[in-house]
């Protein structure tokens, strides 16, 4: 089955610099690419998607690149913010059942 | 706004009880999902169904069972709880065949098996 690797798992940045979290799949026919973000004690939202077709994805802050010869794909958080704090998880996908196979996580902690 | 809803916030439980964790959505979704999250493992999927009465084994299903006799509500069971069990348990529903395939999460059971 499909398996995803996410670094780092631990994250610490000053507020206004970017942050960078890297996942890698394992099947290449998966085909879509969600990010999670849970904020402590809260449920996982989904931030951002990118599918097979498309390199790069951007909203607002928040950008996903995907490399499918390489794959791997990344989220990019630009000009960070305390509430940009949280665990955020990548996930994978494959085909038409689009059952996601998550990353473990990477703790992102923004300091004032 | 899609609503999942679990049926309890904490659950302290005995080694050997028999443990229901319930899950209900409004949103008329086809998929539900359960999955354990633990520090460092991250969510690592139990159990899924792709619609009613049905039911897929997800990566780590062994000491549960789940039932799905109605769309709306999709329930985990713990036949015999023991103390490993003991972990955050997270719901999750999607639509099928929806442009978005976004996963909608419950707020989430600890469950503290002792």
């Known amino acids: 089955g499909e398996n995803v690797e996410q670094h780092p798992s631990t994250l610490s940045v000053q507020e206004g610099d970017s942050a960078v979290i890297k996942c890698t799949y394992s099947?290449?026919?998966?085909?879509?690419f969600p990010w999670y973000k849970q904020e402590l004690g809260k449920r996982p939202q989904l931030i951002i998607d990118?599918?097979?077709?498309?390199g790069e994805k951007k909203d607002q802050r928040i950008a996903v690149t995907l490399n499918k010869t390489a794959k791997h794909f990344s989220l990019h958080i630009t000009e960070t913010q305390p509430e940009d704090s949280a665990v955020y998880f990548c996930a994978a996908s494959i085909g038409g059942s689009y059952i996601p196979t998550f990353g473990r996580g990477t703790s992102l902690i923004v300091h004032p | 706004d899609v609503k999942v809803t679990q049926s309890s916030r904490y659950l302290v439980k005995r080694t050997g009880e028999k443990v229901f964790l319930e899950c209900v959505q409004d949103m008329d979704h086809e998929n539900m999902f359960w999955y354990r999250q633990d520090p460092g493992l991250g969510l690592r999927l139990i159990y899924f169904?792709?619609?009613?009465?049905?039911?897929e084994k997800g990566d780590i299903p062994e000491g549960y069972s789940v039932s799905r006799e109605k769309k709306e509500r999709f329930s985990l069971i713990l036949e015999s709880a023991s103390t490993n069990q003991t972990s955050m348990y997270l719901c999750a529903s999607r639509k099928q065949g929806a442009i978005t395939h976004e996963a909608f999460f419950g707020q989430g059971t600890r469950l503290t098996v002792v």
């Open positions: 099947d290449s026919a998966s085909n879509y």
């Open positions: 169904s792709y619609d009613v009465k049905m039911k």
């Open positions: 990118i599918r097979s077709n498309v």
